[in-house]
């Protein structure tokens, strides 16, 4: 704020000001709020503040710079570039969760391309863009990259619809790169060398993460844009790159303090007689090296090169190596500062025991299954889970899968791991009661709820009767994200979350016998949830027109596998609704039908 | 469910309550040998509750394999790619690594997408620009610098085309195309 105050006046205020400048006294004010909003960085905050009063709301408007839409069709592009014209970044989620497991056909929707329009003329200045399960086009990453000189950021979450080729776009015309992550992409392989577009001056890039894509990458380019690119402090490569050209790279890059290691095995062509790299000294020289990942076809016989950096890792990613316990605890019993660990069940109840043992800092577990199909007995079972709470007292989200379980187990987690925050059991074998009681899980899911006061996310499975969800219900105050599948008796069961949990913003349930009477249960509650989807479940087309006349604000879209199917089956396939400000979406495909 | 005796009325109902794998009439055997998961339909539960589905009481009937239940267990598609060779093969391909000797990538191939020797062998040799000779048994691959090998699951490396088409895709782990005096070594000999 420019203009000379004078000091020596007593007394000076606003309206002393205002008569400086030739402003109104509201002028003023809204002048002083904006540059005390430029702080206010919580979107939460900002939405609290934006409702206060209408120049509030404007000055709000105006400074806020981060976008965050928590669902695409939520509001429209148009709607939200003419509220906020000053935003540098853009953060959109688009398809719901249960697209990853295949339960949304392909071309639901979700698509970048309507943003991309809309943003062009508003934001020239954007920095950085977070998309999250979007579907977005070569074109679209061609035009970003040509309209967006200042972009900086690009990371891209379980998106589709584009390949290398607009990879290729994003690396010759995004001059000022700096974050280039494609995180779980599907991206088609256009035989596109897309690597050796970036321009050949030096990079300001900072993190480079490919490791979804699955397709060939020329070495020699990458190789070369290590080398150019002084900043580069996260690299994660993907599988098709070798041990081999890893120690390459990490030899040019010892400044990394994110490496996914790709292959993390030799190429097959190993001449006989010549000398292998030092991995371990590659690994050594890397002094700033805290999280490490990949390890896509690892040949356990090199794990010892891992053993310089064990010590100062905090997050290790074991989730694609197929090692067994032993050769886990050759890595893990070094770790003595893990936050975060992903490992896959072959380590064995043995190796969760290594785990317990050392990891005393650790926050985050996920154990992924190596096998989906259904044992009576797995690699991990409720021993691995007991071992685990039992060493790993701090822990604050858990992602579980296994064959079986007991609720002795789950109850004592919920004892000695009072910070969970995120608590997601699958037990494959659908159905299972705990194996030692024959009893259904209710019981261990119920002490979870009851003991984790922070718990905001919760995944549940096995054989569930409604008296689980009574538990929810009663317990689960702060839940924000429930996930269901193949639980549950009747229509009860669904009502005790909804009349409960008040928290309550995304929920996610498939093949569960809940239907109409449950639906109706929450009605007074939709408008303050982010989606609900209920797939293979008993609600009836009726019971979905009644809601969807009853909310109006409430888009409610009826999803059937095939477009020409007529409803011939009594109960709606899937049933997803979200609020929204706009009303059907324009975009819809022949299979959804939004009443 | 082979082995009730119909007279005993505490046997079958003990049977019938038993908590499986798969629709009753199922034996644990077929279960267990095949890689396809058991695919009850929604609301209906072998067990607990006194309101299950009425199938408990049916007679007998021997149950084809199930289908896969999609999206179980909820894992993201690329790690169902990463699964143990067990996973059921029916629904995504049968993808191996391809190398050959001085080659400085490796690249993957889905092997189902072929329907023999000499259509693999002709995308071999497009997708890393060379010739394979003429196959003989006896002589192995003539003609060419080049022989293309597999691993096995057995971890022994074998020429491309010595087994019949179906027990080499079920058996191949990786490919490799071979040059030189080593890919002639292989060729001699059975």
Known sequence: MSGSLDHSDKGQTAPDLSIQMALSSDQALEIVLENVLCFLSSRHDRNAASLVCKSWYRAEALTRSELFIGNCYSVSPQRVT????????????????????????????AYFATWLVSMVDVYRGLEKVYLKRMCITDDDLAFLAHNFPALKDIVLVCCEGFGTSGLAFVASECRNIRVLDLIDCDVSDDDEDWISWFPESSTSLESLTFDCVESPINFEALERLVIRSPSLKKLCLNEYITIGQLYRLMVRAPQLTHLGTGSFSPSELVVHGEQEPDYAAAFAACKSLICLSGFKEIVPDHLAALNPVCANLVTLNFSYAHINAEQLKSVISRCVKLKSLWVLDSITDEGLQAVAATCKDLLELRVFPTDAADDADGPVTEVGLLAISVGCRKLRSVLYFCQRMTNTAVTAMSKNCPDLEVFRLCIIGLHRPDPVTGEAMDEGFGAI????????????????????????????????????????????????????????????IRDSPFGDLALHSGLHHYYNMRFLWMSSCRVTHKACEQIARQLPRLVVEMISKDEDKEETSEYVETLYMYRSLEGPRADAPGFVRIL | MEGVFKGDENYLNLEATELRLGLPGTNESSVTKNNKRASPESGKKIGFNGDSAPKSGDPVTAQPPKAQIVGWPPVRSYRENNFHPNKSESETGIYVKVSMDGAPYLRKIDLKVYSGYSELLKALESMFKFTIGEYSEREGYNGSEYAPAYEDKDGDLMLVGDVPWEMFISSCKRLRIMMGSEARGLGWGA
Not at chain 1, 88 to 94: E, F, W
């Open chain 1, 449 to 508: 709820v009851k003991n984790c006061k922070k718990l905001t996310r919760l995944a549940v499975s096995g054989l569930l009767t409604d008296k689980a969800f009574c538990y929810i219900g009663q317990y689960g105050k702060l839940l924000r994200t429930l996930s269901v599948a193949f639980a549950g008796d009747s229509d009860l069961g669904l009502r005790y979350v909804l009349k409960g949990c008040p928290m309550l913003r995304k929920l996610e």
């Open chain 1, 82 to 109: 003419q509220r906020f014209r000053q935003v540098r970044s853009v953060s959109i989620k688009g398809k719901p969760r249960f697209s990853d497991f295949s339960l949304l056909p392909r071309n639901w929707g």
